[in-house]
């Protein structure tokens, strides 16, 4: 499976639930997604300047798919470490999927999974799903489906259709022990707590 990330449509609706005021970086996105890329740009570059980690994360969103600018995976996988190194959890994810990829970055498995996990913990359902396939796999890691279960658990809680599909895969490889493991793991797990961005 190739690791997923997050693009712009999915991802504003995570950010701009219940913002009542104006925001130049809600502004900026919905610009890009109405096309309007020139404002799009020019409000996320205004909030990279200002260290805003949304903005670097969306801005990079634009590198990425080369969506109103050329398309310059290094210069998004840029971008969404800085966001990232805030503790933005999306941007963690995206990052992770450029290493896993070696799409604009040196090709880098166990700094994939570092950012990976930092973003499951956070609760991030797309990276819980990508930290189980790599631990399913034995990709980056030994394999290990005690944990594969639990994040593909967790993510399959949110409805995840990739986690369900580990988790029944899953199931047909593993022990009962181990499934009962995995179980445990999943129910005493708990989101961490971050400042965020």
């Known amino acids: 499976m190739r690791p997923s990330i997050l693009l712009l449509a999915p991802v504003l609706m995570l950010f701009s639930a219940g913002i009542a005021h104006a925001d130049p970086i809600e502004d900026g996105v919905n610009a890009a997604l109405s096309g309007d890329y020139p404002t799009a740009i020019k409000l996320l570059d205004a909030g990279v300047d200002r260290g805003d980690a949304r903005a670097q994360f969306f801005l990079g969103i634009l590198y990425e798919t080369g969506s109103g600018v050329t398309k310059d995976a290094s210069h998004a996988a840029q971008l969404y470490r800085l966001s990232a190194e805030k503790g933005l959890a999306t941007a963690q994810n995206n990052l992770a999927s450029l290493l896993a990829d070696g799409n604009g970055v040196t090709q880098d498995l166990k700094e994939a999974m570092k950012w990976w996990v930092l973003a499951a913990d956070q609760g991030l359902p797309v990276a819980q799903t990508n930290l189980a396939d790599y631990y399913a796999n034995g990709a980056a890691v030994s394999q290990?489906?005690?944990?594969?279960?639990?994040?593909?658990?967790?993510?399959?809680?949110?409805?995840?259709?990739d986690a369900v599909q580990i988790l029944h895969d899953l199931t047909q490889v593993m022990s009962a022990d181990q499934i009962a493991d995995g179980e445990r793991l999943a129910r005493a797990w708990r989101p961490a707590q971050t400042d965020g961005a």
């Open 144 to 161: 290990d489906y005690v944990q594969a279960y639990k994040w593909s658990r967790l993510a399959a809680a949110h409805g995840n259709a």
